[in-house]
């Protein structure tokens, strides 16, 4: 009877063993909690200098609140790989950081990938309301809409580390009808601020003189690289890329063109704004990866 005893007892504590090494491996696969803090989103007045304190590390969520010009795209309902990105095909930009400026001619190569300052390029605050003629383009991203249907991403001048900037072309709907996804790589350590800006035209009340000048999404991209496996999945970066979200005074220009006002996100290629460029911040990240997918 002891024996019988003995081996029901053993038996037990063998299935408890087997439960618990179960649990323990399948519980981190279906976590719904654990969240990349490579890439964040940070909203700040165009008045106000980015801050290491004001920078979240939490994950990127989309503005709350805000009205829209037009409906902002999701993929929520679309299936994700293993890196966060959704599953599908897609274009691949990448966002490379180099120590040197290059010299060599990049125009019209479409090589997937533009390069910028790895320590170089001006914050957004630094940039509002400047002159965008007078405007040092190093560490800028044009931004040129390709008016085909359906219209296509193209490389068209791949160096930001010169005078002229970089370029870049996308589809004329993007902002209606693509999402984007952005993941920092690289060396640990790196980070960079990346903004949505464009121009509107000031007129002067004395000389009549119309001035361009530089508006800044007051929704800024801010990425770190940090180390672990999490911290290198896709984020959605939509609203934060594929629009300008700005505080519209009412009477104004803008206001009335937009039909809108308060805090409002514009699409790109709005008639209503104009110069519309990718500002890059860049405090030593080497490498973003960014990822477009037609939205669902």
Same mark, same amino acid.
């Given at each position: 009877?002891?024996?019988?005893?003995?081996?029901?007892?053993?038996?037990?504590?063998?299935?408890?063993?087997?439960?618990?090494?179960?649990?323990?491996?399948?519980?981190? #696969?279906?976590? /719904? @909690?654990? %969240?990349?803090?490579?890439? =964040?989103?940070?909203? &700040? !007045? *165009?008045?106000?200098?980015?801050?290491?304190?004001?920078?979240?590390?939490?994950?990127?969520?989309?503005? #709350?609140?805000? /009205? @829209?010009? %037009?409906?902002?795209?999701? =993929?929520?309902?679309? &299936? !994700? *790989?293993?890196?966060?990105?959704?599953?599908?095909?897609?274009?691949?930009?990448?966002?490379?950081?180099?120590?040197?400026?290059? @010299?060599?001619?990049?125009?019209?190569?479409?090589?997937?990938?533009?390069?910028?300052?790895?320590?170089?390029?001006?914050?957004?605050?630094?940039?509002?309301?400047?002159?965008?003629?007078?405007?040092?383009?190093?560490?800028?991203?044009?931004?040129?809409?390709?008016?085909?249907?359906?219209?296509?991403?193209?490389?068209?001048?791949?160096?930001?580390?010169?005078?002229?900037?970089?370029?870049?072309?996308?589809?004329?709907?993007?902002?209606?009808?693509?999402?984007?996804?952005?993941?920092?790589?690289?060396?640990?350590?790196?980070?960079?601020?990346?903004?949505?800006?464009?121009?509107?035209?000031?007129?002067?009340?004395?000389?009549?003189?119309?001035?361009?000048?530089?508006?800044?999404?007051?929704?800024?991209?801010?990425?770190?690289?940090?180390?672990?496996?999490?911290?290198?999945?896709?984020?959605?970066?939509?609203?934060?890329?594929?629009?300008?979200?700005?505080?519209?005074?009412?009477?104004?220009?803008?206001?009335?063109?937009?039909?809108?006002?308060?805090?409002?996100?514009?699409?790109?290629?709005?008639?209503?704004?104009?110069?519309?460029?990718?500002?890059?911040?860049?405090?030593?990240?080497?490498?973003?990866?960014?990822?477009?997918?037609?939205?669902?």
């Amino acid at each position: 009877m002891l024996r019988i005893l003995s081996g029901l007892a053993a038996l037990v504590m063998a299935s408890t063993t087997v439960f618990v090494a179960s649990s323990y491996v399948v519980s981190p #696969a279906t976590s /719904s @909690t654990a %969240t990349a803090a490579s890439v =964040t989103t940070q909203a &700040a !007045t *165009t008045q106000a200098k980015t801050t290491d304190a004001q920078r979240t590390t939490a994950e990127i969520k989309p503005t #709350a609140g805000l /009205s @829209t010009t %037009t409906p902002t795209t999701t =993929t929520a309902s679309v &299936a !994700t *790989t293993g890196n966060g990105a959704p599953s599908g095909s897609h274009y691949n930009l990448n966002i490379i950081g180099v120590p040197k400026d290059k @010299t060599a001619a990049m125009d019209d190569n479409n090589g997937h990938r533009i390069f910028v300052q790895l320590f170089g390029g001006q914050s957004a605050a630094d940039i509002s309301g400047k002159d965008f003629a007078t405007l040092s383009k190093v560490n800028k991203i044009m931004l040129v809409p390709d008016t085909a249907v359906p219209g296509t991403f193209n490389v068209l001048d791949a160096n930001a580390t010169d005078s002229n900037g970089a370029l870049f072309q996308l589809p004329l709907d993007v902002s209606a009808k693509w999402t984007v996804y952005a993941r920092a790589l690289g060396k640990p350590g790196g980070s960079a601020d990346m903004t949505t800006c464009a121009t509107q035209n000031v007129v002067d009340p004395v000389t009549g003189a119309i001035t361009q000048e530089v508006i800044c999404s007051v929704a800024t991209l801010s990425l770190v690289r940090k180390t672990g496996a999490i911290n290198t999945k896709f984020q959605n970066v939509t609203s934060e890329l594929l629009f300008v979200t700005l505080n519209v005074v009412a009477g104004s220009t803008l206001a009335t063109c937009l039909g809108a006002t308060g805090t409002v996100q514009i699409p790109l290629f709005s008639p209503c704004l104009q110069n519309d460029f990718w500002n890059y911040d860049n405090n030593g990240l080497k490498l973003l990866q960014l990822r477009f997918y037609p939205a669902s």
